[in-house]
Every structure is written in C-alpha cells, then in structure tokens.
C-alpha cells in the first residue's frame, strides 16, 4: 500500500464539483480497511451512491478491493454491481461470499439483473440465474432469449397499461388499486383488446384532468413503438431525437411487451459515444480503466498492428524516390511535414463525418454537396498552408524550386485528405462497417501514401 | 438544382432504420417546392417531427431552404426552431417573415426560448423577446441573467412544489384543482416554509399511496439539489453517474428556483461528447456540417497551424541528423515508421485518458497506478512491434544493426508515448485546460520528437 499516492497532490481539479467521491473519503476508507475496522467501513460507506461506491471499487487496485469487500460484507448491494464495470465485475463477483451475492441479486430489478448477466461467463450466469426466485428466473430467462444490445434486453416488463376506452377516472381507480406498480413509470399506456398499445397519456396530465375525460383525448403526440428486436443504439437515437421519456416496446405482432425509460436510453447513448471516441482513436471498445495489462495490450495492438503495415506501405512510397533523397537530403527533412499535415486535415474530415454519419446529419442526400464543401476547405487550407510552408523551406534551404515543390504536395495531399476524410467513412458505413472504427488506417494510409508521392515525385521531377 | 442528386444511391444503410428522414419523403419535399405547390408541401410535412424537419433543413443547402420556408409559410413551428443547428437557425430566423417568427416563439416552452436565444445575435435576441408577452419576457430575461451553460439556463421554472408536511391527499386535491401544470413533471417536490426543497416524491408513488399517508415518509433516495450556478456539464455527469429523473434547481439561499429533467440532460451529455470527439480530432467546437466554407476552414486552420509549427519542430530533429541521413538513405525511409507508430500509441493511450477524466475514472487517486499500467502496456507492445519491425527491416536493407536501431527506437517511442499519452491530459486538466482540446498536438509532438531522436540518434551512434 503507498500511503504517499492517497495523500498528496490534494486540489486536483477533478474532484471539486461536488459529484462523485472526494480524495479524503477514499482515503478514509482504505484506512479502515488497513487497520481492519468494520464499523468504520461501513459508517464511511453508508453515505455514498451505489455509483460512487461502484467507482470506488474501479479505482483502487485488486488487492485493496478484495479486502474492502471480504470486509463490508453482507453490506453488499446489488446496485453496486449494476455499476460496475464489466471487467472489475467479475472479479467482485468471484470475490463475494455466495449468499452475499444471492442477497444482492434478489434486492434488483429484472432488467438490472438481465443488464448484468449480459456479460458474465455461463458458470457465473447460472449461479445468479439460480439466486431467483421462480418468477424472476422466467422474466430473466425471457429477456435473455433477446438478441444482444437489442430493445428488448433494455426494456422493463413492469408496464401500467390500460384499455383505450378508459376515462381519467378509470384509470386513477385501477392505479390506486393495484398494489405493485412499477417502481419507474412516467405514462398510462392505452392498449386495444389485443393488447397492441395505442398511444399513452402523461401521469402529470391525468393528475390535472377530469375524472370524466376520455384519456384518448389526452395523449401525447410524440407516441411511437419500438419493436422489441431493434438495435439499441437506435433506440437511444430515436430517444435523443424525439426527446422521448419512455416508450412502449412491441413483440413481433405488435402487442405490449415492455417499456423504455429515458435513463435506459441515456446510459446505451453514453455507451456508445465511448466506443466511437474509443474506436476513432484505434482501440477496441472493451477497454477500460480497470482491465488488466495483457488485456489492455490486446485492445490496441491490433491497431498499431493495422498501422505498421500501412505505415510500411507509406515507408515503400519513400524507397521508390530513395535516389532521390541521396541527392537532396533536405527532402528527408520536410517529407514528414507534408504527410503529418495531411493526416491531421484527414482526421479532422474524418471525425466530423463520423459524428454526422452518427447522428443521421450526413446522409445519401447531401454526401455530394457535403463532399464539394470539403474539397474547397481542403484545397484552401492547402493553399494557406503549402504557401506557409514554401516560405520556410525558402527560408531554411535557400532553394526556391524545393518551396514550390512543398507548397503544391502540400496542396495536393490536403485535398486527398478532404477527399479520403470524407468518402471513406461514407463508404465504410454503406459496406455496413463501423466507420468509427475502421476510418482510422485507411484516411491515414491515404494522406501518407499521397503526401509522400506527391513531395518526393514533385521534387525528382522538378529538382534533379 | 441538381435533380441526380437526389433519386440516385437509393439503398444507403444510413436511412432503413425507421427514424430520422427518408430519401423519398425529401424528394417528395424537393420537387413541391421546385414546383412552387403549398397544398402539397404542407401535406408532406404534416407528418414530420420538429426534429426531422430540421434536419431536413440542415441537409439542403441554402437556395433551397429559403424557397421552402417562404413557400412553407405560417405553418413554421417554434419547435423546428429549437431543433435546429445554431449556424442555420440565424440563417431561417433572419428568413423568416417577423409575424411567422413571433407566433413560432410564443408557442414555446420558456426554457427553449432561452435556448434559442442563448445563441443569436442581440438584435435578433431583441426581436425575439419583444415578440413575448410581459410575463413571458421577464421570465426570459431572468433566465439569460445567469451564467451561459449553467444549470438555470437549462432548467424550466415550472415545478410542482408543496410543503413538506402534507399528505398524498393533500398533494392530489391540490394538483387536480391547479389550472396550470407544468407539460413535463415526474416530482411532487418538498419545500420548506423558506421554499427551500427538502426531498421529492414520485408521481407514480402519489398515484398508489393512501390519502392519509405523509408524503415525507414516500421520498426518494435519489434526491439531491443543483445550485443554479452550476455548469450543466456536471449537471449531465449528476443525471449520468446517479440516474436522475429531474432534479430540484437551487439560488444561494438554497430555495426552489426551477426543475432540471432528464431530457435537457441527455441533450448536454450528446453535445459535451460531440465536442470532445471533435475537440480530440482539433476540429473547433462550433463545427458543423452546414457551417459555410469559410467558417468551416476557420475551424479547421487553428490546429492546422499548432501542428505545422510542431511538425516543423520535429522536422529540425531530423535535420540535426542530416549527414547521417545522407549516409544513409534507408534511414530515411524508415523513420516515419518510427513516429507514426509513437503517434497512434499516444493518441490511443491519450483517448483513454480523456474520457476516464471526463467520466472522472481517472483521479488523483489512482493516477501513478493507472501511469505504470500504461508504461509497462507500452514497453510490452514496443517489445513487440520494435521486433516485428526489426524482421522487417532487417530482410529489406540486410543490416541487422539497422534492424537492433529501429527495435530499439520503436520500443523507446512507445514508452514515451504511453508516458505522454496519459500524463499530458492530466497535466493539463490540472491546469483547467480541457485535455480533450489540446493533448493532440503536445502528444504528436512528443513522440514525433522522441522517435526522430531515439532512431536518427541511435542510427549515428551505432551504424556510422
């Protein structure tokens, strides 16, 4: 333990907004695990959200976690392991005392718990899976039977429905009566006899209305379904895009068979942004703070693998013109210029495309005029750039035929970069691969390949 | 016009999920306006969502926009406004007939007429307020007086408060004989005789509770206030981290000033990510696809000029070594492997590093631990790729110390990349920079630098 880590550098920023853990309560904590105090432990705890407890957890190192939680106990709450981090879960899981485990399990809500099994190993799975009580086993079971990432695996089954025909009062009558309404619900659902929802109404509408008012008056214009097998990347656009607060989610024949709330939605919306973030910058989306060294090895050296052999590719451009280096080696000297400018102007396009491809602003419709607004700003960065850029080759090597010759690759590879930044990540997603993703090498492997050519063919042409 | 456009590339992935715009309706759309007919403009944009006819607006270009608003006429809805992108709303705005522009405000809920405003210019602001009526403006007004991107900019003033001593009973009786309800509330808040907020209950709890029983004994964990100075980027982390529904806003003395829900949230968590994925690729913030070419190019030179004066930098590390280059050509030709490869493991380790400070994984706390995982993740993949690399180089110019130099190169470059790629945006979010804006270019140039010197060096030590 390295008391010295806990202690110091005391006013980092990133602790000071009030959310979240504070340093001197982490601090606090390990200390009473040090000296073994349980009752300190869970005074110190006690206070804290799940969440916070769950970052806790992802923060201090593995040996410090198993004894913080062999120490806490039966104190264990399930919600705690909603929070979780998937690599840091597992370990948790394996650490805790089963009946811990199956107390903490009991105590969430089914979609919780789905939320949870997604990731665990089928040993792990059952174990929980078995926790259950008969009912909740069915209802988990169920949402299991879903495909992956799909509306039906987010969705809660505990849904306030009623008949389209109701009247305010109605519906006020049955929700006073029933005894377990769903901890989460925002609208009354109108179904038809077969069940197939039909529009909802607000409870803060209903709380207002005349008990004899028809509810199908009084629904929402921003009613829509979801069909229990989408995407649930999609779901969460059409939740950002309609600004939705919970949506009913229909089986195959259109009948009710769950809800999503907006803080589903949220958590699938911030998911996903990660992964882009993630994938843009060449590492694979399972990674995380908390994930040990191979595994972190693992989800980025298929990139730099990716890499190494474009960059060798972009490295047999330059052998091609090696006697021409040998005659000028200030050619050497500026080459990477012109081809880290390029990857930049690439990567630049190429983040804005893949954020519009993301949120359905770059579509079929307006890719060309899209495209022909790149190639200008490309050609006119390249202008600016390859002119600055002649001046100081003028400058630095006296050789005024070697600025004209940086200036126009200059020029050339930034519109390849406008080029590649944008039709890349267009085609990629119309091959349905991830553009986030795969964007990367390839804009890159352009901008290298072009900058290197278009510099040292210029200079051999023009200079030797 | 160009009617190719539009019919061609019919079965882009981008448009089949069911939400968002479809490339039949925006022709649909195109051609009524090409041919001047209202009836079936309206006809087709009945069924639209605010938010799909504002990206239907943002796609077409600028021509075009102006004949179907003026075609469009007094049927424009205030919310197609609040939808729209900040560079095309001035734009419709100043388009707009003014009577069509007042009658769009005033529908307006009062927080997405301060949304709208936040962004224009002040005589169109002037404009705009002076379209509301009195109470209206003041609220408005009131709203623009704290600090842009805080949380009482983002809050609606709507609430339904009652004091805390009052029964479920109570709570109905008093919501049923108010005329004005807010259009979006999920809270029965608690206040004080001072009208400071003391816990909230759940309208689905009110709806199945007993008359009698005390709304103080019904109130929700989850409760916490925001004061209302507070940025909304902590606001979206609180919604985030602690899955919040809507969340009582506070002035300084701690009373009720107004509510936060869910939805506004989940908009300022979509935009903070777009700006930091557009920030990490130095694309500035206010980018946007339908931006003009020259703000476009703005957006786009700024970094473009940072990375020019570092590639530069990098560039006068090489010409350190030129004599041993011009000895050497295959020097030349392998280097830039050597740098990019340092570049992608930086920015591989640095987008890690920004989006575990952004969702505060990556703390004081746990810094040094996180630093030495990076490390020991850099030396084993630059173990491996220098080896790789080393083979490659050694069978391409059959100098096996020019294979142990460049091994040995990449190994180093990688380290520092590891090394830069995470404490470079510590650094600077302990300075209050955000990292997401400029650990790019200092990245780069670290491994650029330390690449160019390790190998070049190496290579004059050893080979010459």
Same mark, same amino acid.
């Given at each position: 333990?390295?008391?010295?880590e806990?202690?110091?550098?005391?006013?980092?920023?990133?602790?000071?907004?009030?959310?979240?853990?504070?340093?001197? =309560?982490?601090?606090?904590?390990?200390? /009473?695990?040090?000296?073994?105090?349980?009752?300190?432990?869970?005074?110190?705890?006690?206070?804290?959200h799940?969440? $916070?407890?769950?970052?806790?957890l992802?923060?201090?190192?593995?040996?410090?976690?198993?004894?913080?939680?062999?120490?806490?106990?039966?104190?264990?709450?399930? $919600?705690?392991?909603?929070?979780?981090?998937?690599?840091?879960?597992?370990?948790?899981?394996?650490?805790?005392n089963?009946?811990?485990?199956a107390?903490?399990?009991?105590?969430?809500?089914?979609?919780?718990?789905?939320?949870?099994?997604? $990731?665990?190993?089928?040993?792990?799975?059952?174990?929980?899976?078995?926790?259950?009580?008969?009912?909740d086993?069915?209802?988990?079971?169920?949402?299991?039977?879903?495909?992956?990432?799909?509306a039906g695996?987010?969705?809660?089954r505990?849904?306030?429905a009623?008949?389209?025909?109701?009247?305010?009062?109605?519906?006020?009558?049955f929700?006073?009566?029933?005894?377990?309404?769903? =901890?989460?619900?925002?609208?009354?659902?109108?179904?038809?006899?077969?069940?197939?929802?039909?529009?909802?109404?607000?409870?803060?509408k209903?709380?207002?209305a005349?008990?004899?008012?028809?509810?199908q $008056?009084?629904?929402?214009?921003?009613?829509?379904?979801?069909?229990?097998?989408q995407d649930?990347?999609?779901?969460?656009?059409?939740f950002?895009?309609?600004?939705?607060?919970? #949506?009913?989610?229909v089986d195959?024949?259109?009948?009710?068979?769950?809800?999503?709330?907006?803080?589903?939605?949220?958590?699938?919306?911030?998911e996903e942004?990660?992964?882009?973030?993630?994938?843009?910058?060449?590492?694979?989306?399972?990674?995380?703070?908390?994930?040990?060294?191979?595994?972190?090895?693992?989800?980025? /050296? #298929?990139?730099?693998?990716?890499?190494?052999?474009?960059?060798?590719?972009?490295?047999?451009?330059?052998?091609?013109?090696?006697?021409?280096?040998?005659?000028?080696?200030?050619?050497?000297?500026?080459?990477?210029?012109?081809?880290?400018?390029?990857?930049?102007?690439g !990567?630049? !396009?190429?983040?804005v495309?893949?954020?519009a491809?993301?949120?359905?602003?770059? #579509?079929?419709q307006?890719?060309?005029?899209?495209?022909?607004?790149?190639?200008?700003?490309g050609?006119?960065?390249?202008?600016?750039?390859?002119?600055?850029?002649?001046?100081?080759?003028?400058?630095?090597?006296?050789?005024?035929?070697?600025?004209?010759?940086?200036?126009?690759?200059?020029?050339?590879?930034?519109?390849?970069?406008?080029?590649?930044?944008?039709?890349?990540?267009?085609?990629?997603?119309?091959?349905?691969?991830?553009?986030?993703?795969?964007?990367g090498?390839?804009? !890159?492997?352009? #901008?290298?390949?072009?900058?290197?050519?278009?510099?040292?063919?210029?200079?051999?042409?023009?200079?030797?």
């Amino acid at each position: 333990m390295d008391d010295q880590e806990r202690v110091t550098e005391d006013e980092t920023p990133l602790e000071e907004e009030g959310y979240g853990l504070n340093r001197r =309560e982490v601090a606090a904590i390990l200390d /009473a695990v040090d000296v073994g105090d349980r009752d300190a432990l869970i005074e110190l705890m006690e206070p804290l959200h799940a969440a $916070d407890i769950a970052d806790l957890l992802e923060q201090i190192d593995s040996p410090d976690r198993r004894r913080l939680i062999a120490l806490y106990g039966v104190e264990f709450d399930g $919600d705690i392991l909603s929070e979780l981090d998937e690599s840091i879960r597992e370990e948790v899981i394996g650490v805790l005392n089963p009946d811990v485990l199956a107390d903490a399990v009991r105590d969430l809500e089914s979609d919780d718990v789905v939320d949870l099994l997604e $990731d665990l190993e089928e040993p792990q799975q059952q174990a929980i899976i078995g926790a259950l009580d008969d009912a909740d086993q069915m209802v988990v079971r169920q949402a299991l039977s879903y495909p992956e990432d799909s509306a039906g695996r987010l969705m809660q089954r505990e849904v306030v429905a009623v008949p389209e025909h109701w009247s305010v009062g109605e519906a006020i009558d049955f929700m006073r009566g029933k005894e377990d309404l769903p =901890e989460q619900f925002y609208h009354v659902i109108l179904v038809d006899p077969r069940h197939r929802p039909t529009g909802y109404v607000t409870l803060g509408k209903i709380m207002s209305a005349p008990r004899a008012q028809a509810l199908q $008056d009084m629904t929402e214009d921003s009613f829509r379904t979801i069909p229990v097998d989408q995407d649930e990347e999609d779901v969460a656009y059409a939740f950002n895009q309609y600004h939705l607060i919970s #949506t009913p989610v229909v089986d195959d024949e259109g009948r009710l068979a769950g809800v999503i709330t907006i803080d589903d939605a949220m958590i699938v919306l911030d998911e996903e942004h990660e992964e882009d973030m993630l994938r843009m910058a060449g590492v694979s989306e399972e990674a995380s703070l908390s994930d040990n060294v191979l595994e972190t090895m693992r989800g980025r /050296a #298929t990139w730099l693998f990716v890499n190494l052999v474009t960059a060798i590719f972009a490295s047999l451009v330059i052998d091609l013109f090696s006697d021409t280096i040998d005659q000028m080696v200030a050619l050497a000297v500026l080459m990477p210029i012109v081809a880290s400018m390029g990857g930049n102007a690439g !990567t630049q !396009t190429m983040a804005v495309a893949v954020r519009a491809i993301a949120t359905r602003d770059l #579509t079929g419709q307006n890719a060309r005029r899209i495209i022909r607004r790149e190639l200008v700003v490309g050609a006119l960065n390249g202008a600016l750039f390859g002119l600055a850029m002649a001046l100081v080759a003028a400058f630095w090597f006296g050789v005024p035929m070697l600025a004209v010759v940086i200036g126009s690759a200059m020029l050339m590879t930034q519109v390849a970069a406008a080029f590649g930044g944008i039709v890349i990540p267009l085609l990629l997603d119309r091959l349905k691969i991830d553009p986030a993703l795969a964007s990367g090498p390839f804009v !890159t492997t352009v #901008t290298d390949v072009v900058g290197f050519f278009a510099f040292l063919g210029l200079a051999s042409w023009v200079l030797l």
